[in-house]
């Protein structure tokens, strides 16, 4: 057992301070459990979420020394002996109390995204799918729902005006889920993505795979494949020239090509490792607009075929590393 | 009630587990205008904790499997002590509840022909639990979740609202239901509660609640079970006039981590061991065979080498003594434990490293590796995992009426852990999954006919309203009450030392005590801080269901002088034919303390009867029974 010095932020949405607590530690704790002591034996109003202290319901979702985390899933073992912990809450989301902030942000998001349509003429039973075809899906139904992602990603977590066009790397590996569900009858789930949920103010920076508790292939595995179809679709001539002529639901669904391997992982140039996170980026443009100030959402109106890109059209992936607030964990070789 | 904010719904679902979302979504597809009501965020409910599966008999893999051989393995399983017409319909509707997750976008693990795997799980007879992973409980209620997210846009495309006929009150604690009338006349009116949030009270008037609150396992300090298990449900029909039954049985999870801390209480899933895992003792001895009981000596092998054979060739070798039902197991291990056989922290070791290559462990048990390895620095795939006995089920609850789920008192509706009589003595693994979605199902079902059939819509009691603000505010205001963290602590201890896994007279008698001067105590429980997000006001509100519960436990734990299923009792190791014939019934007494009675359990038809071999019954039924 030894005694650690603790900050806790304390407030709510009139603002707030970070409090200094000793408190014991023992051997094998995590976090959660430093904070449940601090309620038992200190502060018993300090609030926090916590349901299974597994990593299995995504609950206590907090910012431990400014890294997103999961309280119950960082290990105090992982901190130096004479390190001070700061605990602080999700900075993108109101705060509500405490480490308690308002995530109902995303729960609207999701409310918006159109659901899984089953396929007509299968009776339940009926369903036959390939352990392979699944697999692919299944990897982002691992989500906890620990909106980790959501808080770190620079779209939003300091630009409160592009949280209505953007719902974020939760909803879109649930798009990209939906889009390789082998069964779900919607076969416009990219443009959903690129038309209703912001997909292009993404610029891969990766940061929302690295805070994944669930070590979901967030950006490799869900937003480039959406991203890079999106791009293949629009460009196939017939497809665009059936979207002239033929409603949507008489459109004979071309076979989805496997995703184009995107080119091979992102490495650290030398010595720009590791990343100042909280460095300043300028934030992302916004997309360009037409004559009366709206997004040229329809292609057939765009100059290009592909949905706009906040960045320009000069953005060639993958991006260079060193204009990232972005780190890849593992180094160059990774 | 001037300025206590209400609503008006036709059913309030209190619960966002699996059983509550699934009674949401057939009361809302019947047309009803539902409430949907949890103490935690939308998607966070126990369930997600779920690791196996969910149980049904859909024979993908082996096609011997048929609703017959899952009755019969629940009655065996509950020692027949289940609810015989629970266990038969849960086993005839499983299947198509989980095939409707599919059309909801659930996506299990699948056969080579394309189907719903299914998989090993102790005391199934044949491979039965669709599963996804290691993380089923997760896909259920994500599933769950996101077909109510879809009902909902189909009511914002026909009424212009996402609300207008499911709402999802998150963070919302109900501490009361309000009733209309008394004695024969007495029905439910609706509920009153709290959000969590704002600490503001809220009123929901409505003819039919259903209570889909899960469990009780936070009276324990070694449990599975999270904060929100503190049997609110449990409490609030016991103080609505609903009885409670068979709250004597409790699981002990087998396997629950015992060391390191940080683990403590997490589950070592059962497919560990259905998937090749094996237990030994700190000789090194795999002592499951020292343990198989008589009523299970046929269908368990004898030797390692036919156990393991079983794993390749199951239709011509018997199973491996670690697939004995969870109580035996938990049993065997508290014995060698006690025998000095244990590990330092009190466990025995669960090895699977040394059974299957590394790759075919990360392959099938990933979340459990993942979880393991970031929370203790533990790699299952090269060492073995230190585990023993964790309070992890509930047996017992709300008794209902099992084909409607009513509980008795017109428009209350119980459903899942929070409801008894399904599982009997003790719950299979995986049964429980199956369950909420079956009485869930049921239970929507129900409240929304019965809310069809009504006269007139009953009233809300004002002067119930008024006294439910003031228990709510009363620890807040209370100057220098005691301090709900420490009475908590207290009440787990009387519970872990007392009513424990193995049980005795003169402990339970002691604990009885006990509880009684944790009730004095409670009762003056105070809270400092505000209304705004205060966990410890809220600890302080839910201490007094957990007492209550705890009574009943302690009760009828004393009452019953033989050992069944999930409760042992030392000084009667032995099954009892003739306590068989009898469940054990709380309610709440005019005084507000516990009453205790006997009630004969309902005789199962001739044809159910007729599923199981006269010998088989033998061992638990009397002479007279049997003739
Ligand atoms: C670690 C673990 C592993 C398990 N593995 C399996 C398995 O493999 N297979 C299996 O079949 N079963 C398993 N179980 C058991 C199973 O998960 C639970 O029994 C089941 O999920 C209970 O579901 P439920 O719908 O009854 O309640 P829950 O999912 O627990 O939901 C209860 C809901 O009620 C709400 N609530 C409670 N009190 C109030 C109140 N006062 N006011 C408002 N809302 C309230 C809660 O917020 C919550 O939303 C496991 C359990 C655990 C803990
Ligand atoms: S890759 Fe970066 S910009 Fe894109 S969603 Fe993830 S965090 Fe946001
Ligand atoms: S994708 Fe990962 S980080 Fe994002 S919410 Fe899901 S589990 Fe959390
Ligand atoms: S408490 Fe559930 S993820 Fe941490």
Not at chain 2, 44 to 51: D, Q
Not at chain 2, 101 to 106: I, V
């Amino acid at each position: 057992m030894t005694v650690r010095q603790f900050k806790v932020w304390r407030g709510d949405e009139s603002g707030g301070q970070l409090n200094d607590y000793q408190v014991e530690v023992n051997e094998g704790e995590v976090v959660l459990d430093i904070i449940h002591r601090l309620q038992a034996t200190q502060e018993p109003d300090l609030a926090c979420r916590w349901n299974c202290k597994a990593g299995k319901c995504g609950s206590c979702s907090m910012e431990i020394n400014g890294m997103p985390r999961l309280g119950c899933m960082t290990r105090m073992s992982t901190f130096e002996e004479d390190e001070t912990i700061t605990v602080t809450p999700l900075r993108t989301f109101p705060v509500i109390r405490d480490l308690v902030t308002d995530v109902s942000f995303n729960y609207q998001k999701a409310l918006e995204m159109p659901a899984f349509a089953p396929p007509k003429d299968v009776e339940p039973g009926e369903y036959r799918m390939q352990q392979v075809d699944v697999e692919r899906s299944q990897e982002f139904r691992k989500c906890i729902e620990c909106f980790l992602c959501q808080n770190t990603c620079h779209v939003v977590r300091d630009h409160e005006e592009n949280k209505l066009a953007f719902s974020g790397p939760r909803l879109f590996i649930r798009a990209a889920e939906l889009d390789m569900h082998p069964l779900d009858a919607r076969g416009d789930r990219k443009e959903i993505a690129q038309q209703q949920q912001g997909l292009g103010y993404c610029n891969i920076t990766k940061c929302c795979t690295e805070v994944c508790p669930e070590h979901i292939k967030i950006t490799d595995n869900a937003i480039i494949p959406m991203k890079e179809r999106v791009v293949d679709r629009r460009y196939d001539p017939l497809v665009v020239f059936g979207r002239k002529i033929l409603r949507r639901d008489q459109l004979t669904s071309t076979a989805v090509a496997e995703p184009a391997v995107h080119s091979g992982p992102v490495t650290v140039a030398e010595g720009a490792a590791p990343v100042n996170f909280s460095r300043p980026l300028s934030g992302p443009p916004g997309p360009e607009v037409n004559a009366a100030g709206h997004v040229n959402l329809n292609e057939m109106l765009s100059d290009r075929a592909a949905a706009a890109s906040p960045f320009g059209d000069d953005i060639t992936f993958p991006v260079d590393p060193k204009t990232l607030n972005y780190y890849h964990p593992g180094g160059a070789d990774h | 009630m001037v300025n206590i904010e209400a609503h008006a719904y036709d059913v309030v679902v209190i619960g966002a587990g699996g059983a509550g979302l699934r009674a949401a979504i057939e009361a809302r597809l019947a047309g009803k205008k539902v409430a949907i009501i949890s103490k935690s965020l939308f998607g966070k409910a126990h369930t997600v904790m779920a690791e196996g599966g969910a149980a049904a008999a859909m024979g993908n893999v082996n096609s011997n499997d048929n609703w017959q051989v899952h009755f019969r393995d629940t009655m065996r399983g509950g020692k027949f002590l289940n609810n015989y017409r629970m266990a038969e319909l849960h086993a005839k509707e499983a299947p198509d509840r989980i095939w409707e997750l599919e059309t909801y976008g659930a996506l299990f693990d699948r056969t080579k022909d394309g189907k719903i795997s299914q998989r090993n799980f102790g005391g199934h007879e044949y491979p039965r639990l669709a599963h996804v992973g290691d993380r089923t409980g997760l896909e259920l209620i994500r599933t769950l979740q996101q077909k109510i997210v879809s009902l909902q846009q189909e009511d914002k495309a026909k009424f212009g609202d996402y609300q207008a006929r499911i709402r999802v009150f998150a963070e919302c604690t109900i501490t009361e239901l309000l009733l209309e009338g008394t004695g024969a006349k007495k029905r439910i009116a609706g509920a009153f509660g709290y959000y969590r949030e704002s600490g503001e009270f809220v009123v929901f008037e409505a003819p039919a609640v259903v209570l889909a609150t899960g469990g009780v396992g936070r009276s324990y300090k070694v449990t599975s079970n999270s904060w929100e298990y503190t049997g609110d449900g449990h409490a609030l029909a016991l103080r609505a006039g609903a009885k409670l039954i068979n709250m004597e049985f409790l699981q002990f999870h087998p396997t629950g981590m015992v060391w390191p801390p940080s683990v403590r209480g997490i589950l070592v899933t059962e497919s560990v061991r259905g998937d090749g895992g094996i237990l030994k003792n700190s000789e090194g001895k795999r002592f499951m065979f020292d343990y198989v009981p008589d009523v299970f000596r046929k269908q368990y092998a004898e030797t390692p080498e036919e156990g393991d054979r079983w794993y390749t060739d199951p239709d011509n070798n018997r199973r491996p003594p670690e697939l004995l039902p969870r109580d035996e197991v938990a049993r065997a291990i508290n014995s060698e434990v006690k025998a000095g056989r244990g590990t330092k922290a009190g466990g025995v070791y669960l090895d699977i490293a040394s059974r299957r290559p590394a790759a075919e462990i990360l392959k099938r048990l990933p979340s459990m590796y993942h979880q393991f390895k970031e929370l203790a620095d533990v790699d299952i795939t090269a060492q073995p995992m230190e585990v023993g006995p964790t309070c992890h089920y509930v047996m017992g609850g709300v008794e209902v009426d099992p084909d409607t789920a009513s509980a008795g008192v017109p428009g209350l509706y119980a459903a899942g852990e929070v409801s008894g009589g399904m599982h009997g003595s003790n719950r299979l693994g995986g049964n429980s999954l199956s369950d909420l979605l079956v009485f869930g199902k049921r239970a929507g079902e129900y409240a929304a006919s019965y809310t069809d059939e009504l006269a007139a819509r009953p009233k809300i009691d004002d002067t119930q309203v008024a006294a439910a603000v003031e228990a709510a505010l009363s620890p807040l205001t209370r100057e220098g009450g005691e301090n709900p963290y420490t009475l908590q602590s207290d009440l787990q201890d009387v519970m872990g030392t007392l009513v424990g896994i193995i049980r005795r007279k003169g402990e339970l008698e002691d604990s009885l005590r006990q509880l009684a001067e944790l009730r004095e105590r409670i009762q003056k429980v105070g809270a400092t801080g505000g209304r705004r997000y205060n966990p410890g006001w809220h600890l302080a509100l839910d201490l007094r269901n957990m007492l209550v519960v705890s009574e009943c436990t302690a009760k009828a734990a004393l009452e019953r002088e033989e050992s069944r299923g999930g409760h042992t009792r030392e000084d009667f190791p032995k099954m009892s034919a003739t306590w068989r014939k009898v469940n054990l019934i709380c309610s709440l007494s005019t005084e507000g303390g516990v009453d205790l009675a006997h009630q004969p359990i309902p005789t199962m038809t001739p044809e159910l009867l007729g599923l199981f071999e006269q010998s088989e019954l033998a061992k638990y039924m009397t002479e007279e029974e049997l003739s």
